[in-house]
């Protein structure tokens, strides 16, 4: 069973590695760690407690916690759309902390709502699954290496730090592959 | 609103300290007929289903726990 305490640990542990913070008002964290609780105990997985979630995981893989949101978010606005990843200086008070508009694409929610969709994912789970990822708002990601430690990450913008040796995201450079025709 | 969010907790939260009269429904908990009447009716209305949605008197729909916005619609 999953407890609080683990759940709490675990986005600590989150946090520490990607260089954000939790959010400092302890009742309200405390309210989002019981809702990922919540939605752990209920779906098998720590879906957004901000979102609905479908129970579906083709369907809900990007809204699991931490999102595919949050970092995009996190370098916006400078928390994530629930606020329970936060930035230094959001933490510092240099940047006020507020409700940010939702990122996830309107395609991806609708697929996960529509009843068609939800019968579609019951019959022919791989199907829809590729569907979602052919979506027209698919973030266009890209490999990413620390010039530091040599990190490399597959995703749309570097990292806010890197997981590895804590190199700033300035630290980051984009690998791009050529094709090279022989003989 | 989401019995999972903290922010519709606090959006509940601050009706109940401003004595403020509402009623909500906790749409992770509603079985996918309500869920997909409420979608719609939001979306009708302008708005995108994101969580809190806050409709003052029928017809101000305020997205998110923005508290200026509400209080605005309240006139308090």
Redesign the interface.
């Known amino acids: 069973m999953i407890t609080l305490d683990k759940v709490r640990q675990r986005a600590e542990s989150d946090a520490k590695t990607y260089g954000y913070f939790l959010n400092p008002d302890a009742g309200?964290?405390n309210?989002?760690l019981?809702?990922?609780k919540?939605?752990e105990e209920r779906y098998g997985y720590p879906a957004c407690?901000?979102?609905?979630?479908t129970g579906k995981l083709e369907l809900d893989r990007d809204i699991i916690c931490p999102c595919d949101y949050r970092d995009p978010d996190v370098a916006e606005y400078g928390t994530c759309y629930?606020?329970l990843y936060i930035r230094k200086d959001v933490i510092e008070g240099k940047t006020p902390l507020q409700?940010?508009?939702?990122r996830r694409p309107?395609e991806k929610?609708e697929r996960a709502?529509s009843?068609t969709a939800q019968a579609l994912v019951s019959e022919k789970p791989s199907e829809t699954a590729v569907a979602i990822q052919r979506g027209p708002s698919q973030v266009k990601k890209k490999l990413w290496y620390c010039k530091q430690c040599g990190y490399v990450v597959f995703r749309e913008d570097p990292p806010y730090i890197c997981p590895i040796c804590k190199a700033k995201r300035e630290m980051f450079a984009e690998i791009t592959l050529g094709t090279y025709a022989s003989g | 609103m989401?019995?999972?969010?903290?922010?519709?907790?606090?959006t509940k939260q601050f009706f109940k300290d401003n004595d403020i009269e509402f009623e909500y429904v906790d749409?992770?908990l509603a079985n996918?007929e309500d869920?997909?009447k409420i979608?719609k009716d939001i979306e009708k209305r302008g708005a995108?289903?994101?969580?809190p949605t806050v409709i003052v008197d029928g017809k101000t729909v305020i997205t998110?726990?923005?508290k200026d916005l509400i209080k605005e619609a309240l006139e308090i």
């Open positions: 309200f964290l309210d989002l019981e809702g990922l919540k939605n407690p901000c979102r609905v979630a629930c606020a409700p940010i508009p939702e309107k929610q709502y009843k | 989401l019995s999972t969010c903290a922010w519709c907790k606090m749409v992770d996918d869920h997909e979608r995108s289903p994101s969580f998110g726990f923005r």
